[in-house]
């Protein structure tokens, strides 16, 4: 099959490598379509937290926003069945361990990562992947499924905060992640407010509606409120935790740059801290459930910038550096 390969950093090729098929408990998936997200740049640049520490190595298949179509099950497929249209977790656990068994994988110390730690991705013809982390999407649009994995997350994140409803959430950092937990917010009754230094992403934070603040010194707030910090940025955190109120809760989501943090500001001003990677396993049935009745329209608060897999090596260091801000890069494989 053919592949996007990330040979070292900055190098990334499409490649011919073997056809997987699945074991015991997996599926053989026809990939459909990716999503590109910030993850898949840190990869190819060489920054991410796992190729620092030694944990992910190159070669590897990058990509774990998907969404296919099942071609094959093997053994026990949890009523999976070729022919269904489908999307998966990113963070597969062993599914033994007391954090497996307490639902939450990304704490499990053996996990393994699509397309990010010990396991191939999606930028590719074809992926395996255990059944149990498969969800059937029954959508037409691979555009849609591609959101399927990042708004996991993000509905994960805003769970984090506790309820929302009524409240005013804080979103520092406006990528898709960001902009996808904004909206989840909104739908559950917060009113949303939401900053990054790209003022051209103010568009989909207002469309899926929220209201764009350029400095957070210019909100008044006095009573507590409920932040998510999901720029990356070591100056986007110390930026937001410098103004949200005393009492407020925040949440970090995603992989940040290393960096010092205030303690003091924390413990000081009664700040609650807490983060997270990866998505609730039993948060992913709501999420389908609200893409396909279209209560969440990321193609409607997004643009788009569709790719097929021979551009990527060349997509890739343009989305690095800023090119594509404001669009949300899809890798359409087949169909």
């Known amino acids: ?68 179509t099942i071609m094959a099950v093997g053994g026990s497929s949890q009523g999976l069945r070729p022919g269904m249209r489908v999307v ?46 498969v969800h059937v999407l029954p959508v037409d649009r691979a555009d849609i499924g591609v959101f399927a994995e990042p708004l996991a997350v993000a509905a994960t994140a805003v769970g984090r905060l506790g309820r929302v409803g009524g409240r005013d959430v804080w979103v520092q950092g406006l990528g898709t992640l960001g902009t996808l937990a904004a909206g989840w917010a909104v739908l559950h009754g917060a009113r949303v407010f939401g900053s990054d230094i790209r003022d051209g992403r103010r568009t989909a934070l207002e469309r899926a509606g929220g209201q764009f603040v350029a400095d957070w010194g210019s909100l008044a707030a006095e009573e507590p409120v409920l932040a998510l910090e999901a720029s990356g940025s070591p100056a986007g955190l110390a930026d937001l935790l410098r103004h949200v109120p005393p009492g407020s809760r925040v949440c970090l989501v995603g992989l940040p740059a290393p960096h010092r943090l205030d303690i003091a500001q924390v413990a000081f001003r009664h700040l609650e801290l807490t983060g997270l990677i990866g998505s609730d396993p039993d948060l992913w049935g709501t999420v389908g459930d609200y893409l396909v009745r279209g209560l969440v329209a990321p193609t409607d608060w997004i643009a788009l910038e569709v790719v097929s897999l021979d551009d990527i090596p060349d997509v890739l260091p343009r989305a690095a550096a800023g090119e594509l801000t404001g669009k949300k890069v899809i890798c359409r494989i087949r169909g």
């Open 1 to 68: 099959m053919r592949a996007v390969v990330l040979t070292g950093p900055e190098q990334a090729a499409v490649r011919t490598v073997p056809d997987p098929w699945p074991g015991e408990g997996e599926v053989l998936v026809a990939v459909e379509a990716v999503g590109i997200c910030g993850t898949d740049l840190e990869l190819w640049h060489g920054t991410m937290n796992y190729v620092r520490e030694g944990r992910s190595t190159y070669p590897l298949i990058p990509g774990h926003e998907w969404t296919g």
């Open 88 to 133: 998966g977790e990113t963070v597969i656990g062993c599914g033994t361990c007391r954090f497996c068994r307490a639902r939450t994988p990304a704490l499990c110390p053996q996990r393994q990562e699509v397309g990010i730690l010990g396991r191939p991705g999606a930028l590719a013809e074809f992926l395996v992947v255990p059944a149990r982390t």
